[in-house]
């Protein structure tokens, strides 16, 4: 089963796929839009291209668990998409996940400019990795 991920950020924001089992985090990128409007409209074109099975976005929850206005922000975007794609989307947890796509992409010798571009496409995959693994120990 195909799985997307979406790290909705204000600019920029990252997309992943699963492989065709649902097991790894496969294809990042991030799409460079702040119009929510076409940020829409190319999401979907992404969902009609690649068909995933399920949609997770990044929910962003605070550290105590609560969900402030940035969390508002992304539930009403998904909620749009959904409408405008036809599909349901889903929500993960994503604290901490652009701190550990940004300590992945050092680790990997990136140098902090370089950052910036990719870090979201990381953060949609350590959202997306994250999704599935648990997905696949409830099996």
Not at 89 to 105: G, K, M, P, Y
């Amino acid at each position: 089963m195909k799985v997307m991920a979406i790290d909705l950020g204000d600019v920029r924001t990252g997309v992943a796929f699963s492989d065709l089992t649902g097991t790894i985090a496969g294809r990042a990128f991030t799409i460079t839009e702040s119009h929510r409007d076409r940020l829409c409209a190319r999401i979907c074109q992404e969902i009609e291209k690649e068909a995933p099975e399920r949609v997770v976005m990044g929910l962003p929850v605070n550290m105590n668990g609560t969900e402030g206005p940035r969390a508002a922000g992304v539930r009403a975007f998904a909620g749009a998409l959904g409408e405008a794609c036809r599909k349901e989307i889903l929500f993960w947890d994503e604290r901490q996940s652009t701190v550990t796509a940004a300590r992945i992409l050092s680790d990997a010798g990136k140098k902090r400019e370089k950052q910036r571009g990719r870090v979201d496409a990381v953060a949609a995959s350590v959202i997306l990795q994250a999704y599935l693994d648990y997905m696949n120990r409830r099996k």
